[in-house]
């Protein structure tokens, strides 16, 4: 793959590929404190270190049971343009 297709984001809903996107940049599942209901996971992060204060880390089956409940997709990069590691992601609706 070339670098400009290697920076181009993607989506998926594989738990593998999420989980190792995210573990490869020393990424955890989070959810944010502030939406969570019931002791149910709010709104999903990924969160890295530093943690974030705003965050609560959970496990990766309740991060993606909510995921697959609210019909999420994962939307990442792999690198930069210019080749480095990104961190880029965000979840987006299926």
């Not at 705003?54 to 496990?59: A, C, E, F, M, T």
Request: glycine share 8%; proline share 3%.
């Amino acid at each position: 793959m070339t670098k400009t297709q290697d920076s181009e984001a993607r989506q998926t809903t594989s738990h593998d590929a999420i989980r190792k996107w995210a573990e490869e940049r020393g990424g955890k599942p989070a959810t944010v404190k502030a939406t969570e209901e019931d002791g149910h996971a709010g709104i999903l992060r990924i969160d890295f270190d530093p943690p974030d204060e705003g965050l609560d880390r959970i496990s990766w089956d309740e991060f993606f049971e909510k995921f697959d409940e609210t019909g999420l997709a994962f939307l990442h990069q792999d690198h930069t343009k210019d080749g480095k590691m990104s961190r880029f992601h965000k979840f987006v609706r299926r």
